[in-house]
């Protein structure tokens, strides 16, 4: 099917999605029961769902990847400073 702009690609896609339980609530929720649950789902999307950008093709990647290196890099000092201060203030 190779990603063509066809229906039958779009239904499969569609198939796979539904078929899919691994992310998807199991069945329609009354309201009452949604005011309960939707709380913990945000909680639990916001603490465990991380989405990072794909910057591969575009064609200032080596640009991009190499400012997120530095910004790592300044990251990871700062970490080490401050469990260093920390080792300090457990010494005193």
């Not at 998807?24 to 913990?40: D, G, T």
């Not at 790592?72 to 005193?92: A, P």
């Amino acid at each position: 099917m190779y990603n063509e702009n066809r229906h039958i690609v779009s239904v499969f896609k569609d198939y796979l999605i539904f078929d899919d339980f691994s992310e998807y609530l199991k069945r329609f929720y009354k309201l009452y029961e949604v005011v309960e649950r939707l709380p913990r789902v945000y909680e639990f999307y916001e603490k465990y769902s991380k989405v990072f950008p794909n910057y591969v093709i575009l064609p200032e990647n080596k640009y991009m990847f190499k400012n997120i290196e530095r910004k790592q890099k300044l990251i990871d000092e700062k970490h080490q400073i401050f469990l260093e201060r920390q080792e300090q203030l457990k010494r005193e």
